[in-house]
Every structure is written in structure tokens, then in C-alpha cells.
């Protein structure tokens, strides 16, 4: 079964700085997808970045990058120049791409951006 | 074009009522999937369905819950009987069809008191 590690329950950053969450898997398929949502106090579930597992270029959108280590099941999220606005739980969470499309999530890294 | 509507945002129940929460998917999508947040957890997969079928529910509790995605209305989430340990967010999400984006409601906060 697949399982979504992110070991980090809580963090805390000055703004503008630049912070990295980190998240591990664990599976024995090849072809996957990965992803990190943001749940701001809002509720709502905002995706934040996809990784397609077969793609070894990193994914990027704006201020948000991803470190993907196949190899070593690694995905970690970096945020640069954060925002007050950042402030959130981020989840990593992974999704076979031939079998269902279960999505599973990881427990959540409640990270707070400080003024 | 709205987004995955879900309603009630808050729901209240007291322990053996019944608790029934919907599910609008955006339009254009007959894919269908309900997640249950605990406090400080991530979400958990619940059951996956598309329009009058049942595609996966490994993830629902055996007994009191059941799942609907009807022809015509929303996909309903139903829980007979309500205890305390029920009280979480239930998340939907929508897709056009499988691997395709999933997009979220805001989920409804069920209280069991």
C-alpha cells in the first residue's frame, strides 16, 4: 500500500524568506503522480503543484518549486520570497496514474509565515 | 462556471440522527470522490463514484455510511445513526474524467454533539 510521510508538523519562517517542506513515499509503482495542496483556515483544498513521476524536470509554478528524487521517494515543496499570505497546512499527496484515482495525503505540515 | 458547491458548510447533529451532505460537482464533471478530515489529519479517501455507479468505496466505513451520484442532482453522502467519532470535514471533489485534475469544495464541518 501506498503511504505519504511528511515529517514535519509544524514551521515557522520570517517573511521573505525562503522555506522547504518535506514529504517521502512509499510505493512500488512506476507511474504516479504527486502533488502538494495548500488548506488555508478557509477549508478550501488549493492545488499548489503537480509532478508527473515520469518527468524528471522539477515542477515550478511561480514561487513554488518542487525537489523530486525518484530514486530515494523523496518530493520536498520549496516556497521563496513567502508571503504572509502562505500561511496554511500543505500536503503532499501521491496518485497511481493506471489503477484508481485514490489520491493520498499525507498528515499535513501547518506552516506559519511571520511579519 | 461555479465551482465543487457543498452543502451544508456546517451541519449539527445529535448521536443517532441522521446526517446527509451534498455534493455539486462543477458542471461537466461525472467524476466523483468524498474524503473525511479528522482534526490535524490529512485527508482520507472515502469512495469514488461516477454518475449511478459506485466505482470505488474501499475507503468507507462498513456499516451507517453509503454514498449516491444519482442521473440528475447532486452526489449525496449519507450517515445513519451518528456517533461522535463521525464529527470531521467531509471533503468532495471533482473530475472531468480519471486522471484529470481534481477540484475541491469547501467541505461541510459535521458536529455530532
Known amino acids: 500500500a501506498q503511504t505519504v510521510t511528511q515529517s514535519q508538523p509544524e514551521m515557522s519562517v520570517q517573511e521573505a524568506e525562503t522555506v522547504t517542506l518535506s514529504c517521502t513515499y512509499d510505493?512500488?509503482?512506476?507511474?504516479?503522480?504527486l502533488f502538494w495542496y495548500k488548506q488555508p483556515p478557509s477549508r478550501q483544498m488549493i492545488l499548489v503543484i503537480r509532478?508527473?513521476?515520469?518527468?524528471?524536470q522539477n515542477a515550478t509554478e511561480n514561487r513554488f518549486s518542487v525537489n523530486f528524487q525518484k530514486a530515494a521517494k523523496s518530493f520536498s515543496l520549496k516556497i521563496s520570497d513567502s508571503q504572509l499570505g502562505d500561511t496554511a497546512m500543505y500536503f503532499c499527496?501521491?496518485?497511481?496514474?493506471?489503477?484508481?484515482?485514490?489520491?493520498?495525503f499525507g498528515k499535513g505540515t501547518r506552516l506559519h509565515i511571520l511579519p | 462556471n461555479a465551482g465543487v458547491m457543498q452543502n451544508p458548510r456546517h451541519l449539527v447533529r445529535r448521536r443517532g440522527q441522521e446526517a446527509r451532505l451534498r455534493c455539486s460537482p462543477m458542471?461537466?464533471?461525472?467524476?466523483v470522490y468524498w474524503y473525511r478530515q479528522l482534526p490535524e489529519e490529512g485527508l482520507k479517501f472515502m469512495v469514488y463514484l461516477q454518475k449511478e455507479n459506485i466505482i470505488d468505496e474501499s475507503g468507507m466505513p462498513k456499516e451507517r455510511f453509503s454514498a449516491e451520484f444519482p442521473k440528475e442532482g447532486p452526489s449525496i453522502l449519507r450517515i445513519q445513526q451518528v456517533v461522535r467519532g463521525d464529527s470531521a470535514a467531509y471533503f468532495c471533489?471533482?473530475?472531468?474524467?480519471?486522471?484529470?485534475?481534481?477540484?475541491f469544495g469547501s467541505g461541510t464541518q459535521l458536529s455530532v454533539l
Open positions: 471533489a471533482s473530475s472531468r474524467s480519471a486522471n484529470e485534475k481534481l477540484f
Open positions: 509532478q508527473e513521476a515520469y518527468k524528471q
Open positions: 510505493t512500488s509503482e512506476n507511474n504516479y503522480y
Open positions: 458542471k461537466g464533471h461525472s467524476h
Open positions: 499527496a501521491f496518485m497511481n496514474q493506471n489503477r484508481d484515482d485514490k489520491i493520498i
